[in-house]
């Protein structure tokens, strides 16, 4: 559980580092880059140790996938409740299809 938990406070630094500054732009680009890098450090203190401590208990291939279900789910949130976009129906579809992904990951074949 700390894995995730490590993994899903990493995927909220990093969406605000890729996309918080999209409600910025009339700022500098070299100040929004700087602000990034220093949201992106911190995100790096979460999830290095995430992956670390998961790592055993998950294959790599797991932990990436976990990371990139986390990202969806909250990248989801971020673009509907942070930028006010409008969640579509084929939004929904394509993320379910990638999560669908996480059952061939972790399916024990």
């Known amino acids: 559980m700390r ?10 630094f990093m969406t605000f580092a890729w996309y918080g500054h999209l409600k910025f732009k ?16 911190a995100e790096y203190c979460f999830m290095v140790p995430a992956n670390r401590w998961g790592h055993g208990t998950f294959t790599a291939a797991q932990l990436k996938t976990i990371q990139e279900v986390i990202t969806l789910v909250v990248f989801a949130g971020f ?23 996480v059952f061939f990951i972790f399916k024990k074949w």
């Open 3 to 12: 894995t995730i938990v490590l993994l899903s406070i990493s995927n909220i």
């Open 79 to 101: 673009s509907v409740l942070y930028l006010k976009e409008e969640f579509k129906w084929n939004y929904l579809v394509g993320f379910s299809l990638m999560i669908l992904a």
């Open 26 to 41: 009339d700022k500098p680009l070299l100040l929004v880059i700087l602000v990034s890098w220093l949201i992106a450090f």
